[in-house]
């Protein structure tokens, strides 16, 4: 059940839905007391960005024989539908408003509608015969002042000089000079791939609410919009949803997938097409190598393990080091690039050990871990240690394996972290954004304390840009951010930003991009370097919290 706040919207609705349900009565209509709840539910959630909730209300009022609210409900499916990028959804459900309720006080509006439509789906001169008609017709001033504005966009940016006669031939366009120097088409379209429906559309929401936000914080936020394509949340629907929106001549740039296989089908797709992509949450290694209209803001494996090699090696002076990690392709990239970058530094891994997922007893790895520090001593040493082995059955610590790499997910963490104290390798403890994680500090307890890592993500950072986007996101949908929204603002912020400095072709933001440098974001600093950002927290866990010790780059 979905909770609302009751807001001065909700009172206009409210009063609104008395009014036509007056109307209703007078003009002999079903009266039905469910509609008028489901409407004030729908307009809800079409105001806080959850269209597919709104739609699903609005086209559950038409399930009900004709009541007050039957054409008000098949007005908002038609805009929730376009909300939602489902172009030739929204014209069909416009035009059953029209010829339904041909009488509907909201004619104007559903034929402005279809203009729009028309407009997103590149048809200019359908959306001129739209926008033509709401103009023509009685109806609304201000719409109709709306749809001559567009007509003349239309008319001086998008049309040949063939088609600007044909239009003046039906008397559909006003006389027309092109000027000296042509204007360049704006590209005032930012373009959202996320899962809105499918098992993932709860991350596609998110990725949706911190997107809108931005574009409803700007200062002029009719500059910039938002076209949302639903991925289905598979590749082969990331794929569809990024050629539906390559048809928008007026698309600046796109943002998403949310997850890493749909992003690499979409990114192949932008790349060929010379579309910019921010990638906000795939980590996918590589994934800049399709092609210089990728970029990606995450963090990737590769990263987390250079930067954490760097912080061991260069900071901590640790020389001798050991490696566990899953036999996944985010375990091999983790554990091979920390090896790679640990020995470019001077240090030296003097074993990698792998595990299986599900795996609970980690003995066999971990005593090679020993048996490989062991190596490590003198002669002398070692006999030594042996004999006292024998005779007491009590390991003796070793602490010449100075450094160890835990690469896992939280409760793998959890369980790893006191098996080594019970194999009495006394070391210190390192990792990636695995152990980032609630789980890690109540499973671990006090085996997992000082541990250092790196993150992607710090919901604890005070900074006052982070402070301020928190209140901003709790303010508009009454909840916290997670990690998802708060990349899906970051994303979207870049772009507008560039915007807001003069950037309006996809070439110039490229290279707007590419400058980026300590940007103060809502997750944190982001810094590119070849299209990916390079910058990650690095924590440790202190006491029963997780803590920032600095921001590595």
Not at 70 to 85: D, E, F, H, I, R
Not at 251 to 278: E, M, R, W
Not at 439 to 464: M, R
Request: glycine content about 8%; aromatic content about 8%.
């Amino acid at each position: 059940m979905r909770k609302y706040r009751l807001s001065k919207l909700s009172l206009t609705v409210f009063a609104a839905i008395m009014l036509i349900s007056y109307v209703a009565y007078c003009s002999g209509e079903a009266f039905i007391p469910r509609v008028d709840a489901l409407f004030v539910q729908g307009v809800e959630s079409y105001k806080i960005g959850d269209f597919q909730a709104a739609l699903d209300d609005f086209q559950g009022i038409l399930q009900f024989p004709s009541n007050q609210l039957s054409s008000t409900a098949q007005l908002m499916v038609a805009k929730t539908l376009y909300k939602l990028g489902e172009y030739e959804g929204a014209i069909q459900a416009a035009q059953k408003l029209l010829e339904t309720y041909p009488r509907t006080r909201y004619a104007p509006h559903a034929v402005y509608l279809i203009g729009g439509c028309r407009f997103r789906q590149g048809k200019y001169l359908d959306a001129v015969e739209e926008y033509a008609k709401v103009v023509g017709n009685k109806g609304d001033s201000r719409l109709k002042q709306r749809a001559q504005k567009i007509i003349d966009r239309i008319v001086e940016t998008r049309l040949s000089p063939l088609q600007v006669e044909e239009l003046q031939r039906r008397g559909l366009a006003k006389t027309y000079t092109p000027k000296a120097e042509p204007v360049s088409p704006a590209l005032p379209a930012i373009g959202l791939l996320c899962p809105v429906s499918g098992p993932d559309s709860t991350f596609g929401q998110d990725l949706l609410a911190g997107a809108k936000l931005v574009l409803r914080d700007a200062d002029n936020p009719s500059q910039l919009t938002l076209t949302i394509e639903d991925t289905k949340s598979s590749a082969i629907g990331a794929v569809k949803a990024i050629q539906r929106l390559a048809e928008c001549t007026d698309l600046l740039a796109v943002v998403g997938p949310v997850f890493s296989l749909p992003t690499v089908a979409a990114a192949a797709v932008a790349n060929c097409v010379k579309i910019p992509l921010i990638a906000p949450t795939a980590n996918q290694d590589n994934l800049i190598t399709i092609g210089k209209y990728i970029f990606q803001l995450n963090t990737t494996p590769r990263i987390q393990a250079e930067r954490i090699a760097e912080y061991a090696v260069e900071d901590l002076d640790l020389k001798t080091l050991a490696v566990l990690a899953p036999l996944n392709s985010r375990g091999q990239q983790m554990s091979e690039n920390f090896v790679q970058r640990t020995e470019e530094l001077g240090g030296k891994v003097v074993l990698q050990e792998w595990y299986t997922t599900g795996t609970t007893d980690f003995g066999a790895q971990l005593q090679k871990v020993r048996e490989a520090g062991l190596e490590l001593l003198p002669p002398d040493s070692l006999e030594s240690i042996l004999a006292m082995e024998d005779t007491t059955e009590t390991l003796v610590p070793l602490t010449n394996i100075e450094g160890f790499l835990v690469v896992g997910a939280p409760q793998e963490i959890a369980l790893i972290a006191p098996q080594i104290v019970f194999w009495r390798i006394e070391t210190q403890l390192l990792g990636g954004s695995g152990w980032n994680s609630p789980e890690v500090l109540q499973l671990g307890g006090d085996y997992v304390k000082g541990a250092i890592f790196v993150a992607e993500y710090f919901d604890e950072n005070d900074s006052p840009t982070v402070r301020r986007f928190i209140d901003q996101f709790r303010q508009e949908y009454g909840r916290n951010p997670t990690k998802v929204a708060t990349f899906g603002y970051d994303a979207a912020n870049l772009i507008l930003r560039a915007w807001q400095k003069g950037v309006r072709t996809r070439e110039q933001l490229c290279q707007a991009l590419d400058r980026i440098w300590e940007f103060q974001g809502a997750s944190g600093e982001i810094s590119f370097r070849q299209r990916t950002n390079q910058s990650v927290f690095l924590l440790t866990i202190h006491g029963d919290r997780i803590v920032k010790i600095a921001l590595l780059r």
